[in-house]
């Protein structure tokens, strides 16, 4: 017997361990609740409102349009929301779930740290504990989402196992849940992992998908020809493409193509190698050795640096629905600086995966072609990737001006204490 | 004779003692010395052995298992190779031997394949952590008990009676595995009284034997399960034992030997 209501096609279904049972029981029952109950709709669209900043702005980039010979370029700016991506649409909608269902400590895995960040802001909103799984490599190079973590009053666990990223986040959280199902919820922070996951984040983040919509029916009277995101897990790809599958636009997801298609050199699991396997509790396209280990992964953002894929978007991509393409990180690294230079802002290195695939293909549009790409994220996370990528010099002389200038504060601040401990004796 | 048939012939010529089924990860730290480490666990007194095949991520596994499946796998450890080494193991000696594994590695090995292999070469049965039993598309139950391999059914603390019963009748295996506790292997269980009855609650709806797992590590821990269960299951302590040996320049198979007799003088005490 098989539980259609868990699958996409062929993929999805829940494999968990039987210890878990009881929690996806309770978390299956809620959100069949929560999510028929007007009362929760009107919360979330309120703090969705106040808090977060939605509706995010659709811009319309006329610089770029106009290097692309006229063909209309538009941008779902999801970075300007709260915490600076897309994930909080989802950390929100599930911390809300949470107190519906009286835990009262949140625990998530996050890649580039944003996941963390929103799960974190969203507990410290709601007045819940909270507790954030990272790999080791990605703590390194997104500090400055640790720092926004602790501050939300989150605590960072370094994960230390098997490739210190993602990965091995998820399953560090997952593990962290079996132990604490009684008072904890999980919030998942992409559209994978077992049976409801994939729905529920779908759910929360289709806002992108509907809001772009209706903004792009009143810039243009017309639906886009083509539609680009980005795909690590597949949450903003997957809210960005639900409200259209029906529809004729033509849906591209970016995947990390790394430092090339060699195994270990990126995450594309669609445009790569990826195949069917269960792991992670779901079954779907996972990057994978002979053996059915799970590869290590590569990508210059820590956001798509991910194995597996969100079973949906692993359906939509065997039906054709969605097409997907692999983008190297020196094009990634390009399409940040493009949109400075041509917009006047940054996206994150995950989102500028999907810019550089849309400027590469848009030349071969019609002149009179409409094209949205979904900016998952702001680029402001990435300054220690991309400040020494462009301008390395400039930025090492001022981490060191910096490192000095720190020290001796600190120094300065000791030598004071000592002098009031001394004067206090006295 | 079939997996099942060996099984239930083990559990019977321990005569109501307690049972120790002795668990490590196929190709740590190496081939070779896991081949020596299987072999002295079953000459040191174990009455089963759960041999876990290598995966990148054993989402069950606390960290020393997790540390083990790594090293086993930058070591080179192939399923072919550690099949390969089961294989041999059971030419050497007649102690049930069970293999632990993910769903993935099964899957990429291909389902039918890896059971035939399994049947052929004489091994007893299977123990696959991340296969419920409402996911059963893979059919894994009905494949396994058509080759006469055991597929153990995991009662969880908090799965009720009524539910042990079902996964118990929905099993051909002779015994079920009862997970002692919440989280991940390793960390050592606090056997509480509550527990421990439970485990006869267990034996008697379902009507199988019950093997107790999840941070059993020391002698007096198997004495405690001696009363209420047929067999107590020990792995991450066995690992650390290796990992200690290691890092002392010792043999990991001496070690392990020593360990498995320190446990298994509960039998006879």
Request: proline fraction near 4%; charge should be negative.
């Amino acid at each position: 017997m098989r539980h259609d209501e868990r699958y996409f096609g062929d993929f999805g279904g829940r494999y968990i361990p039987e210890v878990l049972r009881p929690a996806f029981e309770e978390l299956e029952a809620v959100w069949n609740s929560a999510k028929v109950d007007p009362a929760f709709a009107a919360e979330l669209k309120r703090l969705s409102s106040s808090w977060v900043g939605r509706p995010t702005p659709l811009h319309f980039a006329q610089r770029l349009s106009a290097e692309l010979g006229g063909r209309r370029l538009y941008l779902k700016l999801e970075g300007l929301a709260h915490t600076g991506a897309h994930k909080i649409n989802n950390a929100l909608g599930q911390a809300l779930l949470a107190k519906r269902m009286g835990k009262r400590r949140l625990i998530a895995e996050t890649g580039a740290g944003q996941h963390g960040l929103a799960t974190a802001a969203s507990a410290a909103l709601l007045g819940l504990e909270c507790e954030v799984f990272m790999g080791e490599i990605d703590m390194a190079r997104q500090q400055p989402n640790v720092f926004g973590m602790r501050m939300y009053g989150a605590s960072v666990t370094a994960v230390k196992e098997g490739t210190r990223t993602l990965t091995d986040a998820v399953n560090a959280a997952m593990k962290n849940w079996t132990e604490r199902v009684s008072d904890t919820h999980y919030v998942l922070g992409s559209a994978l992992g077992p049976h409801p996951y994939p729905t529920i984040v779908r759910e929360f983040q289709s806002l992108i998908g509907s809001e772009l919509k209706s903004q792009i029916m009143d810039a243009e009277g017309r639906l886009p020809d083509r539609i680009y995101a980005c795909v690590g897990g597949g949450s903003n790809s997957i809210g960005t493409f639900s409200a259209f599958l029906g529809d004729s636009v033509e849906l591209v997801g970016a995947e990390a193509g790394g430092r090339g298609p060699a195994p270990g050199d990126n995450a594309a699991r669609v445009a790569g190698t990826g195949r069917v396997g269960i792991a992670q509790s779901y079954k779907s396209l996972f990057l994978q050795d002979d053996n059915g280990s799970l590869l290590a992964t590569h990508s210059v953002s820590a956001g798509l640096d991910y194995a597996g894929l969100g079973p949906q978007l692993a359906h939509l991509a065997a039906t054709g629905r969605v097409r997907f393409e692999a983008v190297l990180d020196d094009d990634a690294l390009k399409a940040v600086a493009r949109c400075a230079r041509f917009e006047g802002f940054m996206p994150a290195l995950e989102s500028a995966h999907a810019v550089a695939l849309a400027l590469k293909e848009a030349p071969a549009m019609p002149v009179d072609s409409i094209i949205v790409v979904t900016i998952s994220g702001r680029g402001d996370k990435d300054l220690f990737i991309t400040a020494p990528h462009f301008d390395r010099e400039a930025w090492l002389a001022f981490l060191e001006a910096e490192v000095t200038r720190l020290r001796g504060e600190a120094a300065r601040q000791d030598k004071e204490a000592a002098r009031q401990d001394k004067e206090a004796a006295r | 004779m079939s997996g099942i048939d060996r099984i239930t012939g083990r559990f019977e010529e321990l005569h109501g003692r307690v049972g120790l089924m002795t668990h490590a990860v196929v190709g740590y730290p190496d081939l070779r010395s896991s081949a020596r480490i299987f072999s002295s666990m079953a000459s040191s007194g174990a009455s089963f052995i759960e041999a876990q095949l290598p995966f990148s991520d054993p989402t069950a596994d606390g960290p020393s298992i997790v540390q083990a499946n790594h090293a086993a796998l930058r070591a080179g450890t192939t399923t072919f190779s550690s099949l390969d080494l089961l294989s041999s193991l059971r030419k050497e000696t007649t102690i049930p031997i069970l293999i632990m594994s993910y769903l993935n590695p099964l899957l990429a090995f291909g389902i039918d394949a890896i059971l035939d292999r399994a049947a052929r070469d004489g091994l007893d049965g299977f123990i696959v952590p991340d296969y419920p039993d409402d996911e059963s598309e893979l059919d894994l139950e009905a494949k396994c008990a058509a080759r006469g391999l055991a597929l153990v059914p995991l009662i969880a603390p908090a799965t009720t009676l009524i539910r042990a019963r079902a996964l118990a009748e929905a099993s051909a295996s002779p015994f079920i595995y009862a997970v002692m506790r919440l989280g991940v292997t390793g960390r050592k269980t606090e056997l509480a009284e509550e527990a421990l009855s439970r485990l006869g609650a267990l034996r008697d709806v379902t009507g199988r034997r019950v093997a107790a797992g999840f941070g059993i590590r020391e002698r007096s821990q198997v004495e405690a399960l001696a009363l209420r269960a047929d067999c107590a299951i020990v792995g991450s302590a066995l690992i650390d034992a290796i990992g200690e040996a290691l890092a002392k320049g010792l043999d990991p198979a001496a070690a392990v030997g020593a360990k498995v007799s320190d446990l298994v003088g509960a039998q006879v005490s």
